[in-house]
């Protein structure tokens, strides 16, 4: 039998993020997205960060550092699979 815990997983590719005074471990995605604007092509990142849900909350327009870089909330966090990650949208500030 295999048994995995978050802490594993965010142990190995894991990123430093606080959110106020609460200090958590999360997962920094930020894949480029190209888009065809009237015939000319615009580059950009859409960020993300996936997050233990029970660690952090968050709510649109709060603020969250990762990796000592601050960004700011888009929305309410999603849950993804069965709960146990959560994962928000971001703009980096």
């Known amino acids: 039998m295999f048994f995995e815990t978050p802490?594993?997983?965010l142990d190995d590719f894991g990123?430093?993020?606080s959110k106020g005074a609460i200090n958590f471990t999360g997962l920094?995605?930020?894949p480029d997205q190209t888009f065809d604007l009237g015939g000319v092509s615009i580059q950009s990142s859409e960020?993300?960060?996936t997050f233990r849900t029970g660690d952090v909350t968050f709510l649109n327009g709060d603020a969250v550092l990762v990796s000592g870089i601050s960004y700011t909330a888009r929305g309410p966090a999603n849950k993804?699979?069965?709960g146990v990650f959560s994962a928000i949208?971001?703009?980096r500030l």
Do not use: A
Request: aromatic content about 12%.
């Open 15 to 17: 990123v430093p993020c």
């Open 80 to 82: 993804l699979d069965d």
């Open 28 to 30: 920094l995605d930020m």
């Open 47 to 49: 960020y993300s960060l």
């Open 7 to 9: 802490d594993n997983f």
């Open 89 to 91: 949208k971001m703009s």
